[in-house]
């Protein structure tokens, strides 16, 4: 009985996958093969805190939408605060748009700063404007990105909330490279040019603790989109904890992202977690599911179903680990567990065939997380199941749909992250909180939806909601011709059937991790242990929290013909 509601509830956590093809509009191409990315993605159902609490769920209030219009008077002053801000900055030299924009003396600056990261040899776009020759031969295609906001990629909009991490080009910045490129982008004096900056290359954080790797994948020339369930176990000579789970992409421009799980055995109950299949394309139906899952041998030895916690580990380019300061987030890590990547994808290869290898680096902890991140979603597969897409989501063809979904909750939270999901119809989205005193908590717009770029989004600070807030998502979709990413020509008839496996759905949720509210939360930065490596320098990260635990293995087979 257990066995089956387990194996069941597994299945479940499973279906709400989708795969969608995606297309980078081809004004974008531009010649170049079109961009096919794609991205599938697991909705979490429970998270197991969240179900203990009393759920209010009262019609919004009639002070919400007033509110708005109560803050107006803030705004107009405060956007005349800006505006002299701006008028003055635009006067000191920074600011000042140069009479000759040359690449060594102006460009290179900006795009070391802002694109370098993953435009570089090595990183994790597929061509490079690290140099003056790769700037200019993308000049005309890298001044449409920036003036269009596309690139650096990041669609949230910034005055509206802030995250760490963002990466936003100035209005400045944009005008400086339109200007190189309608003057024929010269290159300026040689001497002038700043070397290139260390990025950093392996582990983002810092140095692991342990490097577990996950099977080398072979892929071949010109080949799009691979899906791949992948095991990737694990054992460790005790239980123990750790601050931060990472994973580090081996070809880092082809693989485009993962959603990773963690499977927890209880230690006598599983014998050999390294027996089994490691590698499965993505099974579409619950049926081949449920076959790999067998051969995976993810099962305990009596064949019974172990805790799987979700959603530890995701990765998409530009995302790093995010550390929290001591004392938030953090895992319970089993002796004897599995890194499930339940949905494993690689982007489009080169003309050469290659292998990737990739490893989830385990950075440990010396004490058990006192605060572990919680978290809800509401939309579709709600985590309380009464918090649906309002109204249904059913998207005529030829039609623009505006959906929403609302919660009440019932306790002070304070929120770490927060994760918008839809498809490839989808247009806006913005999520706030109506407080109870009628007062707008302000988290995410995104003015134009980027399928390819759906970020874990988290706050400088965490943001307090107070209990009996009303957290509202509103999305717009897009079914008619004019949207480029349209999956249907002509358009057609799609909804979010929930559980269903049709690469033609859509989903619409507003996906939230939060801690219970603790006093002075808010004011705690998110930001101080986030600091990429390299760009504060190696020796000023602390490792003591991190014992080494010898005799821990991570072993994966390689596969046949590895290159090592
Ligand atoms: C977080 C990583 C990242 C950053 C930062 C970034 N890009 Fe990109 N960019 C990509 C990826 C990924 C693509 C998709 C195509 C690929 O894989 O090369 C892309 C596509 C582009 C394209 C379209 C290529 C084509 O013709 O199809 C241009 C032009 C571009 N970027 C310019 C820039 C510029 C200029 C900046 C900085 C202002 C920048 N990018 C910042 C990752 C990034």
């Not at 600056?109 to 776009?125: E, Q, S, V």
């Not at 385990?362 to 709600?382: A, K, V």
Request: glycine share 6%.
């Amino acid at each position: 009985m257990r066995k089956n509601k387990r194996s069941k509830q597994w299945a479940k956590l499973n279906l709400g996958v989708r795969k969608i093809a995606f297309q980078l509009p081809r004004a974008l191409a531009r010649g170049r093969r079109v961009v096919s990315l794609a991205l599938a993605k697991i909705p979490r159902t429970i998270s197991a805190k969240a179900t203990d609490w009393v759920i209010v769920y009262p019609d919004l209030k009639a002070g919400a939408t007033k509110s708005k219009i109560a803050i107006s008077h803030t705004f107009l002053s405060l956007l005349l605060v800006a505006v002299v801000f701006l008028f003055q900055s635009a006067c000191t030299d920074k600011n000042e748009i140069p009479e000759t924009v040359t690449y060594t003396e102006h460009i290179a600056l900006i795009y070391y700063a802002n694109c370098d990261i993953c435009h570089r040899p090595g990183g994790n776009a597929h061509f490079s404007l690290a140099s003056y020759e790769d700037a200019r031969k993308n000049g005309g295609a890298s001044a449409y990105v920036v003036k269009e906001k596309i690139m650096p990629p990041w669609p949230a909009d910034p005055h509206y909330a802030e995250f760490i991490g963002q990466r936003i080009l100035s209005d400045r910045d944009i005008k400086v490279i339109q200007k190189w490129v309608a003057e024929g982008m010269p290159e300026g004096p040689k001497d002038k040019l700043a070397p290139l900056p260390k990025y950093p290359t392996g582990s983002m954080v810092s140095t692991p603790d342990l490097r577990i790797p996950v099977p080398p994948i072979f892929l071949k020339a010109n080949s799009y989109d691979k899906f791949l369930l992948v095991k990737v176990p694990f054992q460790l000579p005790s239980d123990t904890f750790a601050s931060l789970i990472e994973f580090e992409p081996g070809r880092n421009n082809v693989v485009h992202h993962i959603n990773g799980d963690m499977v927890k055995y209880d230690f006598d109950k599983k014998k050999n977690v390294f027996a089994g299949e490691q590698v499965f394309p993505f099974p579409w139906d619950t049926t081949t599911l449920m076959q790999d899952f067998k051969q995976m041998e993810l099962s305990n030895d009596d064949g019974t179903y172990p805790v799987l916690q979700k959603s530890v580990v995701n990765y998409l380019p530009g995302v790093y680990g995010q550390k929290y300061p001591e004392g938030i987030g953090g895992y319970t890590l089993p002796r004897k567990g599995d890194f499930l990547l339940n949905d494993m994808h690689y982007g489009f290869t080169n003309k050469d065939d290659i292998w990737d290898s990739s490893y989830i680096n385990i950075f440990f902890s010396r004490t058990p997380p006192s605060r572990p991140l919680q978290e809800f979603q509401i939309g579709t597969l709600s985590s309380f199941g009464n918090a649906p897409v309002l109204p249904d989501l059913i998207i005529l063809p030829n039609t623009v749909k505006h959906v929403y979904s609302k919660f009440t909750i019932s306790k002070d939270i304070s929120i770490v992250t927060i994760n918008p999901h839809m498809h490839l119809l989808g247009k806006s989205f913005k999520a706030y909180a109506v407080q109870p005193n009628g007062d707008t908590i302000k988290l995410i717009s995104i003015p134009r939806w980027d399928f390819n770029w759906q970020y874990f989004y988290t706050f400088k600070k965490m943001v307090k909601v107070p209990a009996g807030s009303t957290i509202i998502a509103e999305g717009v979709y897009d079914n008619t011709k004019g949207n480029l990413n349209n999956p249907f020509s002509p358009p057609q008839l799609v909804t979010d059937k929930n559980g269903s496996m049709s690469a033609k759905d859509e989903m619409f949720q507003f996906i939230v991790s939060y801690l219970p509210y603790k006093e002075g939360d808010e004011n705690i930065s998110l930001e101080t242990n986030s600091t990429l490596k390299g760009a504060k320098g190696d020796e000023d990260i602390n490792l003591e929290t991190t014992p080494p635990l010898k005799g821990a293995k991570g072993v994966a087979p390689l596969a046949p013909g590895f290159p090592r």
